[in-house]
């Protein structure tokens, strides 16, 4: 049976994604939603805690947030380091505090929210995509695969949710490192 973690500001991706999960054979634990802030210096203390006492997890699914609320600019400094922050802070606490519960042959699924389409925001995606592809390196000794969904695979938060969903299921268990949706430039 599985148990999967969903880690990540309130969104419709988180929903959708909760609400697909709920729908399959197993158990959804939100954490930290109201914890995570992406504008927000992180409260690592706080995220800490909602993962401690969690215990054994099959799956975790980080959702990050470009909110893109206070900046000005898509060039502004302001604006490229709220975009970072909203992409990787997320994404790296989950896997800081959420990968060491993930159990041998387990998945975890970085993914993001739509959000705005500017070269910060798209810079910001770049560093999750970085991510997910150095943490399946780095969990693989675990046999923990790890993916990424890509923003721009679909707008439709209801896609995204079936995508996390066949990725941190069985049926994905041979599928580790991909980056489902964009691709790079080069391999299109």
Same mark, same amino acid.
């Given at each position: ?13 988180? !929903? ?6 709920? /729908?399959? &054979? ?9 914890? %995570? ?13 909602? +993962? ?6 099959? =799956? ?7 909110? $893109? #609320? ?5 060039? #502004? ?7 970072? $922050? *909203? ?8 896997? /800081?505090?959420? *990968? ?5 042959? =387990?998945?975890? %699924? ?11 925001? !798209? ?8 991510? #997910? /592809? =150095? ?7 675990? *046999? ?8 721009? +695979?679909?707008?439709?938060?209801? &896609?995204?949710? !079936?995508?996390?969903? +066949?990725?941190?299921? &069985? ?7 991909? &980056? ?5 430039? !080069?391999? /299109?």
């Amino acid at each position: 049976m599985s148990r999967i973690a969903v880690f990540g500001p309130a969104s419709e991706l988180t !929903e959708a994604i909760i609400d697909c999960l709920s /729908r399959q &054979d197993g158990q959804v634990v939100r954490v930290a939603t109201a914890a %995570v802030n992406p504008l927000a210096p992180a409260n690592e203390d706080a995220i800490a805690a909602a +993962f401690d006492g969690l215990g054994a997890i099959t =799956g975790l699914v980080c959702v990050t947030l470009d909110p $893109r #609320s206070t900046a000005t600019g898509p060039l #502004s400094w302001a604006r490229w380091t709220e975009a970072s $922050r *909203g992409i990787a802070t997320i994404a790296l606490l989950g896997l /800081r505090h959420g *990968g060491p519960l993930v159990q041998p042959g =387990g998945a975890i %699924v970085l993914v993001a929210a739509p959000g705005p389409s500017d070269p910060a925001s !798209e810079a910001a995606h770049g560093i999750l995509l970085g991510l #997910s /592809r =150095g943490a399946s390196g780095g969990f693989a000794a675990r *046999g923990i695969r790890v993916n990424r969904v890509a923003t721009d +695979f679909t707008r439709n938060a209801a &896609d995204q949710a !079936e995508a996390v969903a +066949f990725l941190v299921s &069985d049926a994905a268990r041979f599928v580790t490192g991909a &980056d489902i949706g964009r691709g790079r430039q !080069e391999e /299109r």
